[in-house]
Structures are given as C-alpha cells and as structure tokens.
C-alpha cells in the first residue's frame, strides 16, 4: 500500500520524469492513478489467495473468477463505451475492489475464523491511512516539483515511499509477537 499510495500521490510527477510528454501525462494520468489503485487492491489478494492454495481450496477462485467475468466483461463494455479508457480501468478497479471486500471476509471465515475484523485494521486501514497521510504531508511540502529536475523528483518519490515503508514496517514485530504469543 505505501508504495502505491505514492505512485497515485506522485503520477503525474513520476509520468512527466519518465516520459518528458505532457500531453501524454495529462491524458493519462487520472488512468494510470484507477489502475495502480486496483492493482494494490489485487495485491491484497495475493497472501490469502496463496492461503487458499495451501489448503487445497481451489474451487473458490474459480468461482469468483467466472462471477467477476459475468459481471465485469459486460461492464467493461458499458463503461468503456460511455467513458472510454478511463471507464476501463475502473472496472479493474471494481472488480479488485469486490474481491477484497466480499471475498477476503469468506476466505477469512473458512480458513482463519475471526480474523477478517483484524486484517482489515490492522493490515489495510492503518498501513492505508499512514500512507496516505505521510504522503499526503509530503504532497504539500513538495507541491512545486515544476521547477526541479526531473531525477531529483524521482529520488524524492524513492526517499518518501522508503520512510513511509519504514513507518509501517516499525510495528510489525509487535504483530509477530502477538501471532506466536496468544
């Protein structure tokens, strides 16, 4: 989450220092800030994914992949007929979004009963929030990244998402200790 939080804070900087085209930075920037978002989403689903794997439930997956094809490839149409790329990408968005909030509490009751209310908290909402507001914070301090070079906003971008990284990262023994001390 921080590092994706700060691609969606810093995309347009990041899109001007890659690309030095901004026509191509402010035609793509509000997409390319859908689809990082629900490929974080979709990166949330990777560990309790796996978990499914390793108790041999496989079927779930493939349920939930042919509900979200019945689902998002009519919505793809629509939307991307109505909107165009961006009404695409936020069915990636969508369809991301739904897995982590109906599937994540049915993969959490099957297999880790009660922890669905903990994952949520203490996994997503505070690293989330912390993000956000560091990098919100960061957003404000360097808001005049025009008149810099353009390497010297991508080590800022690097420096930011590192400490914001490290600042989630300080609690994580606390929750080691916790899993093995119940």
């Not at 347009?12 to 901004?22: Q, V």
């Not at 990166?43 to 094809?69: D, R, V």
């Not at 590192?162 to 899993?179: A, E, G, V, Y």
Request: net charge positive.
């Amino acid at each position: 989450l921080p590092i994706a939080i700060t691609v969606i804070f810093f995309t347009a900087d990041i899109l001007k220092a890659w690309t030095h085209n901004p026509l191509l930075v402010s035609n793509t920037t509000n997409l390319t800030r859908v689809l990082i978002a629900g490929t974080a989403l979709n990166c949330l689903m990777h560990l309790p994914y796996h978990l499914m794997l390793s108790k041999g439930i496989t079927k779930f997956t493939i349920y939930q992949n042919i509900l979200a094809t019945i689902v998002a490839v009519p919505l793809l149409f629509f939307l991307t007929k109505e909107f165009g790329a961006i009404g695409a990408s936020f069915v990636w968005f969508f369809v991301n979004l739904s897995y982590v909030m109906i599937s994540i509490p049915l993969v959490h009751n099957l297999i880790l009963p009660g922890e669905t209310f903990k994952w949520y908290i203490h996994d997503t909402i505070i690293p989330l929030l912390t993000s956000v507001v560091i990098l919100g914070f960061c957003k404000l301090i360097f808001i005049n990244f025009e008149a810099q070079h353009h390497i010297n906003i991508i080590l800022k971008i690097i420096i930011i998402a590192f400490f914001c990284l490290l600042t989630i990262s300080l609690n994580i023994p606390n929750q080691i200790k916790r899993l093995i001390f119940k």
